[in-house]
């Protein structure tokens, strides 16, 4: 009887005792809120420096889907100095990693974002027409050298605020590795290095400052390869004793070919041949051909995948081979969280579009006309609406981010580092990625981030609402089923030949801060050039 009240005066006591890291469940006034977003938009300002170098320098390394061993080496290297404990290897790919940072209780945020590039895609950075730095290289014609430096120095910067204002949580970053190949971020939900987390935001290079939620726009994938084995034998001396492994997925892709009158516009679908033989006058006995096939629903994804299969059959019957198969990559459909996003795009309103330059606008409608884009009016000027769940689902295309985004609370905040009405995955596209276009954006996204981050770590009543959206109205009529197997390993050999070819030749010219300013002046860039009429 008389125990309960000096009881509950002892927990009293004992919580004003605690060490004063434990606060997470400290409410923090509005007024206080505000004060710590606008301290870390100062923050953010200040590392512009630093943003800049770290942009350039991934540009530089120029890596593709699995091989992104210097940018991955660098970027951590900056984290680990900063006191985060970073893992390697996980999902047992050689260049991927977590890093962890704690301040004690509070919600876990996740921040991650693509580090890879494009096959071909080598070009000068601010010159208004194709010049590439190596021929044939690859080069970063997607913009994913943004995603991780503009993350590293929003986490600097609410680490800052943390410590000086002693705001409990978590700060988790992680690269999306092999993006191009959807080929990490199931592996990494697979392999449960999501389980602890609250939520996530990830971000993705655009040339607008954005965020939305619900079903996105664009497909999920599945990423298959289809092998045949036949017989080898002399193509003129012998061709009756050969079975072509060749003919095989010819003929399969010939089935496809057919299959794609039936397919229903949402689907889209697209191959390559990976192994096609050797010479003519060997019977190849090996042969392979590489899918991806995308739907807006996983449904309608793995009908495509039984219908692949039943053809790369037929391909083997007919021509006396054996068939194999292997999942090289997935992305599920996307779904954004509704609360995470709303209170995003409140702080996406306060940051607002970078100035631009006439130096940047200049090149902007150069790229946009050397490309014949029907988009002729320069960098974005205005901002944005918060982006709404598509009424009519939209083909396009897909991010693994999607596995994730059906794991925990996610969204994606796209930043305006990139020029307007380009074609993707192209030369012209990595023009703007290593130029002030590309640093002011990556500042106004960090920006973003950081405060978004305080918003959720000094309030994390969000996390619980954003919770509930996720539990009670994403997952209400959808269950994730990941369409990688429990043993399904990532297909980490993939781009190991063109790497090996072109790293040297690329190594040169990787990015020496302590000689140049910027990646433009090291390359003797006069920034913007442009085509002489
Ligand atoms: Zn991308």
């Not at 902007?364 to 014949?372: N, T, Y």
């Not at 930043?415 to 954006?441: D, E, V």
């Not at 297909?491 to 072109?502: K, Q, S």
Request: with cysteine; aromatic share 10%; proline share 6%.
């Amino acid at each position: 009887m008389k125990t309960r009240f000096p009881l509950m005066a002892a927990v009293l006591v004992f919580a004003l005792a605690l060490p004063s890291g434990i606060c997470a469940q400290q409410a923090y006034a509005k007024s206080s809120i505000r004060k710590q977003k606008a301290r870390a938009s100062e923050a953010v300002a200040k590392r512009h420096k630093q943003t800049q170098v770290m942009i350039d320098k991934v540009f530089s390394f120029a890596e593709l889907g699995f091989h992104e061993k210097e940018s991955s080496a660098y970027l951590t290297q900056i984290l680990e100095e900063a006191g985060f404990e970073v893992t390697y290897g996980i999902s047992g790919i050689p260049t991927a990693w977590l890093a962890r940072w704690s301040r004690g209780e509070g919600p876990v945020i996740a921040l991650g974002s693509d580090v890879d590039c494009i096959p071909k895609a080598s070009q000068y950075p601010g010159v208004a027409y194709h010049k590439p730095i190596v021929e044939g290289a690859p080069g970063h014609g997607e913009g994913h050298n943004s995603g991780l430096p503009l993350l590293v120095t929003a986490a600097l910067s609410v680490q800052e605020i943390m410590e000086s204002e002693n705001i409990g949580g978590t700060l988790v970053l992680w690269p999306g590795i092999a993006e191009e190949l959807l080929g990490s971020k199931a592996w990494f939900v697979r392999d449960g290095y999501f389980e602890d987390i609250d939520m996530c935001i990830f971000t993705h290079v655009s040339s607008n400052l954005s965020v939305s939620w619900g079903q996105a726009r664009g497909t999920g994938l599945i990423s298959v390869e289809y092998g045949f084995s036949g017989e080898a034998a002399h193509s003129a001396g012998a061709p009756w004793r050969g079975r072509s492994a060749l003919d095989a997925a010819e003929l399969m892709n010939i089935g496809w070919n057919y299959k794609r009158e039936h397919l229903h516009p949402l689907k889209r679908s697209h191959s390559i041949f990976t192994d096609a033989g050797d010479q003519p006058n060997v019977v190849p006995s090996e042969a392979a051909i590489w899918f991806y096939l995308r739907d807006v629903t996983y449904e309608g994804i793995m009908e495509m995948y039984e219908d692949a299969n039943h053809i790369a059959e037929g391909a083997a019957l007919m021509t006396d081979t054996q068939m194999h198969s292997r999942v090289l990559g997935a992305a599920w459909p996307r779904h954004f969280n509704k609360v995470i996003a709303e209170t995003m795009y409140e702080n996406i309103k306060a940051v607002g579009l970078p100035q631009w330059s006439d130096a940047d606008q200049q090149l902007a409608r150069a790229v946009q006309k050397e490309v014949g884009s029907r988009d002729t009016s320069g960098l974005a000027t205005e901002l944005s609406e918060l982006g709404l769940p598509v009424e009519q689902p939209v083909s396009g295309g897909s991010d693994d981010i999607g596995d994730v985004s059906w794991t925990v609370p996610t969204v994606t905040l796209r930043f305006p580092s990139n020029i307007p009405g380009l074609q993707g995955h192209h030369w012209s596209n990595a023009i703007a990625m290593a130029t002030p276009i590309a640093h002011k954006g990556a500042t106004a996204g960090a920006k973003v981030v950081a405060m978004t981050v305080l918003d959720f770590l000094m309030q994390p009543q969000l996390v619980a609402q954003a919770k509930d959206y996720f539990e009670n109205v994403q997952k209400k009529e959808t269950t994730y089923r990941p369409m990688i197997s429990e043993s399904d390993p990532p297909p980490v050999e993939l781009n190991t030949t063109i790497m090996e070819t072109y790293r040297p030749q690329l190594e040169p010219f990787y990015f020496d801060e302590s000689r140049y300013d910027t990646y433009l002046e090291q390359l003797g860039v006069e920034y913007p050039t442009l085509k002489q009429e």
